[in-house]
Each structure stands twice: as C-alpha cells, then as structure tokens.
C-alpha cells in the first residue's frame, strides 16, 4: 500500500542483518556448485521474489542450473565475472517501489548500476519487471535496470517483460516465462528435457526428537522473539504492540470502518506524521482447520522442509521446525487466489483426469487457460480452500502444498497520528474488506478482519497484541510550517492528514507562524461515513483547520467529490501553489481518485494559470520533483 520511500538508515539496518558466513561471491558460489543461470529478485512485497524462484526452478527443464538470489546478500560489483562461466545467463526480476524507486533490497544494485561504467561484455541478461499502471512511473525499475545493462554492454537474449499488477500481473510473468525460455534454448543451443513433473525445491523432515522450545509458533524471525522482545524493531523482529483503543468510527451503513491505537510505550520505536505501519495479520483459523481437515491432516505434527539444494541461503520455505498449523495461521497466504504455478504442480494430485487437465490448462499461456484461470480463480475469488472444495478429486499432500503457497505479507498502514504528540502510540484508520464472491462465498480480508477483532482486553485479562514495525516515509510537512498545505483524502485516505493535523495544532502551540492548511474529504454520506468528524471540527474552531471542504457523495442527486470541490475553489489554489509555496498532499485510490485530482490540478493549472495543456502537466510534475505535490497511494 502506498508510494513509500525508505531512508539510508534503514537500508543500512537491513544490509546489517545479512550473516557473515554467507557466500558475497555468487560467482565463486555459481562456480563450486556448477551453475550457469542466477535470477536476482528486487522485492518488497515478496512477489518479484516469488517470480525468481519459479525461474531458477523452471532452469533444469530447459537444461540450464539455476539459483535464486538477493542482491543486497551479493557483491554485485562482480557482474562483469558471469562472463568467466561457459553459457552463463543472469536475469532480474525488479519490482518498482513507490515513485519509480528500487525495492529496500535493490539499492545497492541500483546505485552501483548509475555509479559504474564497468564493462558487462559476455554477460548474458533479461528482465521481468513488476509494475502497477496506475502509478506514474510504470515499472520505472524494470525498464532502467535492462537500458542501463545493455549500455555497459551486456547482452539482452530477451526482450524486457512489463507485469502489470493493475491487470493481471501472474498472467503477464506467464506469457513473458513462455517466450523467454525458448529464447534461452536458441541463444544457448540447449533443448527443452520436455518433463513437465513436479519438481521438489524442499524435504518433508519429521523430527522425532522434538524440543519444543526450538520450534518456531509465528516469530518472523528470531526464535522466541515474541517472547524476550529486543530492539530495534523491523521487518523480521517486529514489536508486539498491545491494543489501547479499537473502535468503530461510521454511524451506519453497510461498511466497517474503524480507528485503532497500538501501544508501542517502551519500544524505543520512533515515527513520523506520514509514516507507516506494518502489521503482520494471522490468517482466520476456521479457514486453516477446514484446509486440515479436507487434506486428512495432523495439524499439531513438527515439521520442518528442508532445501534440497544445500548451497542455498534459503534454508527454509518459512521458519522451521514449526506445525503445519502454525506455517498455515501465520506464514502462508491462504486467504488470495493461488499462482498459475501453484495449480500448475498440484495437478499431479487429482485423481480425475479432467480435472488435472484443467488445472494445467489454467496454468498455461493459452489464451483459452488464461481465460479460465481469470474467471475460475481470479474473478471468482477462489482462496486454495475453495479450489480444494470445488475439485474434490484434488487431494495433495500437506507438506507440498505448504511449499507451494506464498508467504503471508505484512499489511501497511498511512499512520493516523504525530509522533510528536502521540510519541507512544500509533493510530491505524482502516476499511473492514468482506464481500460476497460469485461462488456465494464470504471473502474475509485477511489484516482488517484480524484487527476488527481486536477486543482491548479479553475475557481473561489479557491484553491484544499486534506485531508490527514502522516504515519510514517521504509524505512530509513542509519544513516552513508556514507554508500552506492543501490535502485531499476521501475515505481512509484521511489517516496521515489526522496526524498532520495533530502536528500543525502543536506547532501552533509552540507559537510557530502555521500557514493555510486546507482539507479535501470525501464519503458517502454525512450521517453514515463522515470520519473524524469530530475532531475535524474542533481542529477548525481551534484555526488549526483553515478550511474543511467535505463532497459527501451520496447525499444529492448527483455524486460529488473531491474533484468537483477542488474545481469550485480553482483561484485560491492556484494563488497557493503558484504563489505562496504550497504543499499539496493526496491520500487514497491510486485508480480513480488520485488520477481524476491530478487531472483537476491540471485544468486549474490551464483555466487559471493559462497554461496550455503541455505545460500544465509538466508544470505538475515539475511539483511532484520539487516534493511539493505528494502522493501516499495504494491501489
């Protein structure tokens, strides 16, 4: 969610948690272990990731050794030495983060790539890109990172592969992977083995000798580290924060929205106003006993998988030993529509030919596969459970499945508070997701419906907890806080903006000179959905609010909103952004809304500030550059 950016700091954490016995070479590495093919993933969310283990698995079907790697775990400044490995291939599978920026774990390789102009003759490239249309800087990462080889004269052996995740991003890596590796077997003068069976990447390892006290029951990464809790709190040791405050923030309707505070008292873990957290959600238990009882599963039983490959740095698809029932509650995505590849291996276990013939043909690159996967799977919101209810025939073994299913992602949040007035507590603002699909099922959210759950204090006195990290931002304030700052967030977009507001209110207090600060809200209606009403109010009659414009959708004839308000007020904006130095902030829907404001500040920009259409987008953008027009979206 959103367009964020992380700070050196945090990088450098990160860089700091890679083991020292590791191999940085991945070239003697690819040497010792005789491998020809290594696929480097830049990955925030885990799918990039996903995608590069699939290549460098799919490898020995096509008579190619693969391995999967993490370039912030590698010297990537050896690239040029690929050259000194016969037949030798490196792809990258670069996902593009926030405003066209690297992934945390691309940096490195990102900023080696502008500082060098090391030679890359005799290197052998692709690269699949991961992208979202909605955001400006479409696959910015993909494209640079195949321009910039070429340029150090690397050689491309396939075109440039653009997955959209606005459309249908597992289906744009499948038609790309179907075109690239018969590319490989000409460039390199290999033959496809034709064998399509299933190949293991881990071992089923039952320990009979079970200390119970070294099996792992949802740490992301230290083992007891819920337990005995140790800053700093990041990524893989978050910090279980308890729940000081869950309500429901909507009057009526059909939707719940709700405001939650986490108490991070005592955690030395500083934020930001537009800053975010990440949670990290347990997936619904019915849901996981359901999945146990169709698969004949002891879901108490130790386990570990096991590489098969040794030399990996990846010892385990998650942490191990642990039961099947803790990989599935919190490791495991169970809750979204599984992978082609995912399908494409549980075929082997249906004991009706159609239906392993249907499992294949959805995982193929077929147009008529491809259709049925978009309407059997995607549209109809088909979770792993479903897919195993609807083929009854489909009846896999537990340990591949858990091998096969994507880790469960940490779910981020804009921040609703100041850290500078709240310093020990951070506010989530958030939508309950539960509709019905076209199958007559409930589709359950996985992180709101967990949160949603939250009670205070249980029946036995315990307090909630919800494992969490913050993620560093660059939606800011102004420095001057006299400059103006006009905000727009329909919905929960207005999260970060409660805390900006909260700031503007302090610094006021401090005797500071604050500038107009504007607020654009949108919702349904204004008895049912008006969020923060309250305190929005209060903020206006303290002047911290200068002005509170709210487009209550729903509640006339014809639907207004926030455009059509930022349309009524065009002078003044374009007297604060043109002449008094504004700051302008957008919060929410990366689709529709983000894209119908930029479209209103471009025609404000033409109708008011005569401008031809041109120079009002470049007028825009030369903003955005500036770090005067910022956007916090998801999609």
Not at 230 to 257: I, M
Not at 267 to 283: E, F, L, T
Not at 440 to 450: E, L, S
Not at 458 to 484: C, E, I, W
């Amino acid at each position: 969610m959103g367009c964020v950016f992380s700070l050196p700091k945090e990088r450098q954490a990160a860089a700091a948690r890679v083991t020292p016995q590791r191999e940085t070479s991945f070239i003697e590495k690819m040497k010792k272990t005789n491998r020809n093919m290594v696929v480097f993933y830049g990955s925030q969310t885990g799918t990039a990731e996903e995608f590069c283990g699939r290549l460098a698995k799919d490898a020995q079907r096509y008579g190619m050794r693969g391995m999967s790697a993490d370039p912030e775990e590698y010297d990537m400044s050896e690239l040029p030495r690929l050259a000194e490995i016969d037949n030798s291939l490196a792809v990258f599978c670069m996902a593009t983060y926030g405003e066209g920026d690297p992934t945390d774990n691309a940096q490195d390789f990102y900023d080696w790539m502008q500082e060098n102009g090391e030679d890359l003759k005799g290197v052998n490239f692709a690269v699949f890109g991961l992208g979202n249309k909605t955001y400006e800087h479409f696959n910015a990462m993909g494209k640079y990172t195949d321009k910039r080889l070429e340029e150090l004269g690397g050689k491309r052996i396939y075109d440039l592969g653009m997955g959209d995740d606005d459309g249908n991003l597992e289906e744009d890596f499948v038609s790309w992977k179907e075109q690239f590796w018969p590319a490989v077997c000409e460039h390199f003068g290999v033959e496809a083995t034709g064998d399509d069976t299933s190949i293991r990447q881990y071992e089923l390892v039952v320990p009979t000798d079970i200390n119970m006290n070294k099996v792992y029951t949802g740490e992301m990464g230290r083992l007891k580290s819920f337990e005995t809790q140790k800053p700093p709190f990041d990524a893989k040791n978050p910090y279980l924060a308890t729940v000081a405050v869950n309500r429901q923030l909507n009057q009526a309707g059909d939707r719940h929205l709700m405001h939650l505070e986490l108490d991070i008292s005592g955690s030395k873990i500083r934020y930001d106003s537009g800053d975010h957290v990440a949670v990290y959600p347990v997936n619904d238990v019915s849901i996981v006993n359901r999945i146990g009882q169709i698969l004949d599963a002891d879901l108490d039983t130790v386990i570990s998988l096991n590489n098969l490959d040794e030399e990996s740095n990846k010892k385990h698809p998650f942490p191990c030993p642990t039961t099947y029932r803790t990989a599935l509650t919190h490791y495991l995505d169970i809750t979204n529509p599984p992978r082609t590849n995912v399908l494409f291996e549980l075929a082997q276990y249906a004991t009706d030919p159609k239906d392993q013939d249907t499992l294949r043909k959805m995982a193929s690159a077929s147009p008529e596969g491809k259709g049925l996967y978009q309407s059997w799977v995607l549209d109809a919101q088909r979770n792993i459970l479903a897919v195993l209810e609807d083929m009854p025939s489909l009846h896999p073994t537990i340990d591949h499945l858990c091998e096969l299913l994507p880790r469960l992602q940490a779910r981020y949040y804009s921040i609703a508070s100041s850290g500078k007035v709240y310093p020990t507590m951070v506010s989530i603002c958030a939508v309950v997701v539960e509709f019905q699909t076209s199958t007559g099922r409930t589709f359950k959210g996985v992180a709101t419906n967990w949160l949603k759950n939250k009670v205070v204090v249980t029946d036995n006195g315990h307090k909630a907890t919800v494992p969490m990290y913050v993620r560093k931002s660059q939606f800011r304030l102004p420095f001057k806080a006299s400059n103006p700052v006009v905000m727009i967030g329909p919905g929960t977009g207005i999260a970060p903006f409660m805390g900006f507001l909260q700031e503007r209110g302090w610094m006021k207090e401090q005797g500071k000179d604050v500038g107009e600060t504007i607020l654009y809200f949108g919702c349904r209606r204004r008895n049912e959905d008006f969020l923060y009403q309250q305190e929005l109010e209060e903020f206006e009659k303290a002047g911290v609010l200068t002005q509170l414009n709210v487009a209550f959708s729903r509640d006339q004839e014809g639907k207004v909103y926030v455009q059509h308000l930022l349309k009524k007020n065009k002078e003044h904006l374009w007297k604060l952004i043109h002449t008094d130095n504004a700051h302008i902030y957008i919060c929410g829907d990366a689709r529709n809304m983000a894209r119908d404001v930029q479209n209103t500040f471009y025609d404000i920009a033409e109708e008011v500030g005569g401008l031809t259409h041109t120079q009002a987008v470049a007028y825009i953008k030369k903003l955005m550059t500036k770090g005067r027009y910022s956007l916090d979206v998801w999609s």
